[in-house]
Nanobody, 116 residues
């Protein structure tokens, strides 16, 4: 089992920045990939960014160039640095991990609200 805890959400004005954190615990040795998703009110959850293979990263078109995913292995933590935030980035952001058996784990989510 893998446990994920997100933090760092909040209210920010358009054009501002936030950094989200996701701390992983439990069977972290079994984790294959990690990433971030978000879900806006009335919309389906969508993928935002991930580590695709090793240190390679992928980003959704809507956030590419504005968001950066990174990690600190010593702290078992993955970050999402969000810059040039837009009102349409408002959502609950979820950390996701997939283990070697393709089991998916989710954090509880952290709210990000961008005001215009």
């Amino acid at each position: 089992q893998v446990q994920l805890v997100e933090s760092g959400g909040g209210l920010v004005q358009a054009g501002g920045s936030l950094r989200l954190s996701c701390a992983a615990s439990g069977s972290i040795f079994s984790i294959n990939t990690m990433g971030w998703y978000r879900q806006a009110p009335g919309k389906q959850r969508e993928w935002v960014a991930r580590f695709s293979s090793g240190s390679d990263t992928d980003y959704a078109v809507s956030v590419k160039g504005r968001f950066t995913i990174s990690r600190l292995d010593a702290k078992n933590t993955v970050y999402l640095r969000m810059s040039s935030l837009k009102p349409e980035d408002t959502a609950v952001y979820y950390c996701n991990a997939v283990d070697r058996d393709d089991r998916a784990y989710w954090g509880q989510g952290t709210q990000v609200t961008v005001s215009s």
